[in-house]
């Protein structure tokens, strides 16, 4: 069955700490998967996909994630979190070449304290 | 500029009193979705378009319709609302281009 597992349901870190935020998947087709990012009362913004190529992936704000075939992972990353990186963060899977249905993880909630 | 617009932003109706969520977008899409999220479990597909008059049933359908007559709109509707419909939707779009989903801005149903 195809899922996304976002282990880690909620996070809190310290302002300037490095954070990385969990995410497995079960797919059969070759997957693009993607990381969304939620602010309270905001809808859902688009970090950064992969869809092939270098595994390593840069996106907006700072962000990155790899691809790690082997473990069916896709873990986002930053090296110095900053207070406006509170919000709720989503990984999602799709298939190649039909992007149309996405799978979400159940998302991560991140707290930065000061 | 493009994005996808919903209305109403917030809505808290009684149980079976009809109503429709309506969606846009401007950017030409054809493949529209709707999706609901609720807390502990993500986004689920209720319903998507691949074009105008196709629609097909997403992962959780029950209780709703939509309708794709013309390829900008895609309104969510509820025909019979039930307090466990109350939730977050979200509209989406797709780009086939960069095959890339821009969501709109969500709204937030209550069903009492």
């Known amino acids: 069955a195809q899922s996304v597992t976002q282990p880690d349901i909620h996070i809190t870190v310290s302002e300037g700490a490095s954070l990385e935020l969990r995410c497995n998947y079960s797919?059969?087709?070759?997957?693009?998967l993607f990381w969304y990012v939620q602010s309270p009362g905001q809808g859902l913004q688009l970090l950064l996909k992969y869809f092939s190529g270098d595994t390593l992936v840069q996106g907006i704000k700072g962000f990155e994630a790899e691809f790690k075939r082997s473990q069916s992972s896709f873990n986002l990353r930053k090296p110095s979190v900053h207070w406006s990186d509170a919000a709720e963060y989503f990984c999602a899977v799709g298939a190649l070449g039909s992007t149309d249905k996405l799978i979400f993880g159940t998302g991560t909630r991140l707290q930065v304290f000061p | 500029e493009a994005q996808v617009t919903q209305n109403p932003r917030y809505l808290i109706t009684v149980t079976g009193k009809k109503l429709t969520v309506t969606c846009s977008q401007n950017m030409n899409h054809e493949y529209m979705s709707w999706y609901r999220q609720d807390p502990g479990l993500g986004l689920r597909q209720i319903y998507y378009?691949?074009?105008?008059?196709?629609?097909d049933k997403g992962d959780v359908p029950e209780g709703y319709k939509v309708s794709r007559k013309e390829k900008r709109n895609f309104p969510l509707i509820l025909e019979s609302p039930s307090p466990n419909q109350t939730s977050l939707y979200f509209c989406a779009s797709l780009s086939s281009g960069d095959n890339e989903q821009y969501f709109g801005p969500g709204t937030r149903l209550t069903v009492t």
């Open positions: 797919y059969g087709a070759t997957p693009y």
């Open positions: 378009s691949m074009n105008v008059e196709v629609t």
